[in-house]
């Protein structure tokens, strides 16, 4: 458990950066100009682009809390 309070924080920050940058981009902030909702503009496109390296990042994570690792050869 106290393995994973750091790495946690860690990640958290990792995910808080991806949102803020996606939602900095031209077509999330074009979106709800086109008729949509920004509700629907941050599942469709912030949470969908994040979600990828948020599943990258936790995967390592847990490899490591593991130890997981390749085998030689």
Same mark, same amino acid.
């Given at each position: 458990?106290?393995?994973?309070?750091?790495?946690? %924080?860690?990640?958290?920050?990792?995910?808080?950066? %991806?949102?803020?940058?996606?939602? $900095?981009?031209?077509?999330?902030?074009?979106?709800?100009?086109?008729?949509?909702?920004?509700?629907?503009?941050l599942? $469709?496109?912030?949470?969908?682009?994040?979600?990828i390296?948020?599943?990258?990042?936790?995967? %390592?994570?847990?490899? %490591?809390?593991?130890?997981?690792?390749?085998?030689?050869?």
């Amino acid at each position: 458990m106290s393995l994973a309070v750091p790495a946690t %924080l860690l990640l958290a920050r990792y995910v808080r950066t %991806l949102m803020l940058e996606a939602l $900095r981009e031209e077509y999330v902030v074009a979106a709800p100009v086109k008729g949509g909702t920004m509700g629907t503009a941050l599942v $469709r496109h912030v949470l969908r682009n994040s979600f990828i390296p948020l599943l990258m990042g936790t995967t %390592l994570f847990v490899a %490591l809390i593991f130890g997981v690792h390749r085998p030689a050869g």
